[in-house]
């Protein structure tokens, strides 16, 4: 008797063992199937607004950090590696995910193509819409609201094919998300429509696609990536301008951190303002509830005062 219920025992005690092991299972596969990972936080933040909660949003870049120096950790990989999609601007503006992306299983959504591109070589900025090589992009493609609506719209059919019995939700966010984003671009358009001025000194050349789209110039300290320092003859040169155009503000995006920036700013009599370029943002910002949308309304009200916008 005592044989049977032992037997008994280690048989419920191995079925047991069986159901949480294909539990488990089960669960991974689950979240294999309903996550997505993104870049930088424009693309994390599009994704998330048309994903809700239907499936779950990570981002690779953390808030606070600097998107110019991240690496992944080998557990970023390994969630990487189970995760249904990658969504990255594309090799030829986020040139590292291409490596990321061969060590990996997960399949890849490049939002390049399609996307109206500014060419950081050509003066003034000119426009070169379509397919661009080598690494001459401006990378601050975010900063185009229409680029941001054609992002939109590649993100909600990508996640419509990988999720259809989701695509209601992610068509309903979309549409959201596009009405948001062509009320900027009014904003945009009326608020920097009778300006005083048509230079503003910033901290890096981040801010081409809002030149192109809304008439105005900015000067920068630091070259088209934050991490890029001026050399003695840059600063003279700022300097003097700074002079002749009688400027008032230095703007820097609070996620960077510049002594050139505080320095010249002291030399020349200048009040420090944030403007946030937006390919990361502060942690603190974010726990505050702050987000692309609200951040570019503030970069307006900013924009605005630096111009002497009527």
Not at 44 to 66: Q, W
């Amino acid at each position: 008797m005592k044989k049977a219920l032992w037997l008994i025992a280690v048989v419920l005690l191995m079925v047991s063992v069986l159901f949480l092991m294909q539990k488990k299972s089960d669960d991974i596969s689950v979240a294999k199937q309903h996550t997505v990972v993104t870049t930088i936080y424009p693309l994390y933040f599009i994704t998330k607004k048309i994903a809700g909660d239907a499936v779950a949003v990570k981002r690779l870049i953390k808030p606070g950090s600097e998107i110019h120096s991240f690496s992944p950790t080998p557990a970023e990989m390994v969630a990487l590696d189970r995760s249904d999609l990658l969504i990255t601007l594309g090799k030829e503006l986020e040139p590292w995910t291409e490596k990321l992306s061969a060590a990996t299983n997960v399949r890849v959504l490049s939002l390049e193509e399609g996307l109206n591109l500014i060419d950081a070589d050509e003066e003034h900025h000119a426009e070169h819409p379509g397919h661009h090589h080598h690494d001459t992009i401006n990378p601050h493609v975010w900063l185009d609201f229409d680029n941001d609506i054609k992002m939109t719209e590649q993100i909600a059919t990508e996640l419509a094919s990988l999720y259809p019995d989701k695509s209601a939700v992610f068509k309903k966010n979309a549409a959201k998300l596009r009405r948001d984003f062509e009320k900027l671009a009014e904003a945009y358009s009326q608020g920097l429509k009778q300006c005083n001025k048509k230079t503003i000194l910033v901290g890096h050349d981040a801010f081409a696609y809002l030149e192109r789209n809304y008439h105005f110039t900015s000067e920068s300290i630091m070259g088209i990536f934050a991490h890029s320092r001026p050399n003695a003859a840059k600063i003279a040169a700022l300097s003097e301008m700074i002079k002749e155009k009688n400027l008032h503000y230095l703007f820097t995006d609070p996620i960077e951190s510049s002594k050139s920036a505080s320095q010249l700013a002291e030399d020349m009599n200048l009040t420090l303002e944030p403007l946030y370029t937006l390919g990361n943002i502060p942690l603190e910002d974010e726990k505050r509830g702050e987000d692309m949308i609200t951040l570019l309304y503030f970069d307006l009200d900013q924009l605005r005062k630096g111009l002497e916008c009527r």
